[in-house]
């Protein structure tokens, strides 16, 4: 009886001390924190983007676009002096408004200009001697300012009553007759530059924001890929259309390309040059996508880790490299493969460069 209550007690003492030792390990196990190996990363050194910056879209040329003329006064219309289909020179008379109403108006102004002229330029020379009063001489002063506005005014009407021609071109159609009337602003006749193609292109919103710093612009046709066209800017839509787009027009002389034609598809390039303080290169893998904006991780080196830095891609290069507005500095280190797999404020290590000496890493 004594063996068997001795066996008892000992498988008892053997099982608390398997529990206790169980035990100790469950608690170490729970208060020992677990292992964090920084992810290695592979990094690249922001340059500096300097130079002038373009951007290329397609277009097509076509003819010069139909400018229709009109007065700037209305009135009986004396004279038509062309026709439909006739080509015209630069400054030649295209139309005539009676100009007898705006002949007499002239006249009486003229008249009260040289009245008044003369006698304001007395009083503001007496006062320059001392001998009126300030208050005649702003009188006076103000009396010259008036009349002269009025003259020149009834001087420029006078002018408008003969409508010319602003360019050399052909005449495309003729709308009124004489003696009918016309109103100011109503077209009278139109014509066709034929001196000029033109050529037309829809940019976005993020480069007519920028049109002020446009600088130059050429295109290339696709069936003469060798030869430059230079351009000229005509204007620049205030609008956008439906797709958010700012129409552009160009000009190019028919002269200097005569073998150009109306519908040939040309690609135009617009070079411009912004501020070079904000704009950096890195390589494209360093962009990664959140919310459809861009950014990239900038790596502290005074503590091995990382935070995510907005940046504005301004363009991509045929080598790799995109050109970005940011707040990153020439030489600071960002990191170029990986990126998508990091969390900001994460430790990394650098991955050692590879030696030109050993390829492959077999040494």
């Keep these: 009886m004594m063996k068997m209550i001795h066996a008892f007690w000992k498988q008892v003492m053997i099982c608390l001390w398997v529990s206790g030792i169980l035990f100790s390990l469950v608690s170490c196990r729970k208060t ?20 002038e910056l373009s951007v290329t879209y397609p277009g097509k ?26 080509y015209v020179k630069k400054g030649q008379l295209l139309a005539e408004i009676d100009p007898r109403d705006y002949l007499i108006q002239f006249n009486a102004t ?45 001087r420029n009407a006078l002018k408008d009553t003969r409508l010319l021609a ?27 530059d034929n001196d000029y193609y033109e050529v037309n292109i829809d940019i976005p919103s993020s480069d007519f924001i920028r049109r002020e710093d446009f ?25 956008a259309n439906y797709n958010q787009l700012f129409n552009v027009r160009f000009r190019i002389r028919r002269d200097s390309f005569p073998w150009l034609a109306s519908g040939m598809s040309v690609s135009v390039t617009i070079d411009f040059k912004p501020s070079a303080g904000e704009l950096s290169t890195i390589p494209i893998s360093a962009l990664i996508q959140r ?19 907005p940046v504005e891609v301004q363009q991509i290069l045929k080598d790799g490299t995109a050109i970005v507005r940011s707040e990153l500095k020439r030489g600071q280190t960002i990191i170029s493969a990986g990126a998508n797999d990091l969390k900001e404020g994460e430790k990394v290590r650098l991955l050692p460069p590879v030696s030109a000496s050993n390829v492959g890493g077999l040494l």
């Design 32 to 51: 020992t924190p677990p292992i964090k190996i920084p992810k290695l990363v592979k990094t690249a050194v922001v340059g500096e983007q300097g130079g």
């Design 61 to 86: 040329i076509a003819a010069a676009s139909n400018v229709k003329l009109a007065f700037r006064v209305a009135g009986p219309i004396k004279a038509m002096n062309v026709n439909s289909g006739q």
């Design 110 to 154: 003229q008249a009260e200009y040289n009245q008044i002229k003369g006698e304001s330029d007395r009083v503001i020379e007496l006062y320059r001697r001392g001998s009126v009063s300030v208050n005649e001489y702003d009188k006076a002063v103000a009396a010259k300012k008036r009349v002269t506005a009025l003259y020149q005014a009834h």
């Design 166 to 192: 602003p360019f050399d071109g052909y005449i495309q159609n003729r709308y009124f007759e004489a003696p009918e009337i016309v109103n100011q602003g109503t077209p009278v006749v139109s014509m066709i």
């Design 215 to 239: 600088v130059r612009y050429q295109a290339v046709a696709d069936v003469y890929p060798d030869r430059v066209l230079p351009l000229e800017l005509l204007d620049i839509t205030q609008g």
């Design 291 to 309: 919310s459809g904006k861009s950014y990239v991780w900038l790596y502290h080196p005074q503590d091995s880790m990382i935070t995510l830095t």
